[in-house]
């Protein structure tokens, strides 16, 4: 039952993680960009980090404990090591976003609707957003080919 709950629980993620994400860059993208757009973004954004606090938690569990298969099955996966280099890459795209929108949010809880954010640096979120949705689908082709026995080399394809 544990592996089946963690399996159901990281794929679930990834509905609630690109529907996040797409909000996150479609609100951010908004123009004119108001309060009510920012708003919105924001409630994408904890969208997304549920998402990620999931598939982190679930994805680690599944690799350590040994639920699906052996930690070793997955060091010796070209495709299990392609999506970790995308995660990667997913989560050093998202620190400037998250780390400018914590701020966002703070400045926007002291002033309330007199707070405005900054177009450009919103549109460029957006954007990242979008990069970050491509990158999402591609880590699910390397999971659904890791799932299929792709890439897998046993002894690390010595």
Do not use: C, N
Not at 114 to 134: G, L, N
């Amino acid at each position: 039952m544990l592996r089946l709950t963690l399996a159901a629980l990281h794929l679930l993620a990834l509905g609630i993680g690109l529907g996040g994400l797409w909000g996150r860059a479609r609100g951010l993208g908004h123009r004119p960009l108001d309060v009510g757009a920012v708003r919105r973004a924001f409630a994408a954004d904890s969208w997304w980090g549920v998402a990620a606090l999931l598939w982190i938690v679930t994805g680690v569990w599944r690799l350590l404990a040994g639920t699906e298969k052996a930690t070793s099955y997955y060091t010796h996966d070209s495709f299990f090591l392609t999506k970790m280099q995308i995660f990667g890459l997913i989560f050093l795209l998202e620190l400037w976003p998250m780390i400018t929108l914590i701020r966002w949010r703070r400045a926007e809880r002291r002033e309330g609707d007199a707070w405005r954010s900054d177009e450009t640096t919103a549109r460029r979120m957006s954007i990242i957003s979008y990069a970050q949705v491509a990158l999402l689908l591609m880590m699910v082709v390397a999971a659904v080919s890791m799932a299929r026995g792709y890439g897998y080399a046993p002894g690390g394809g010595r």
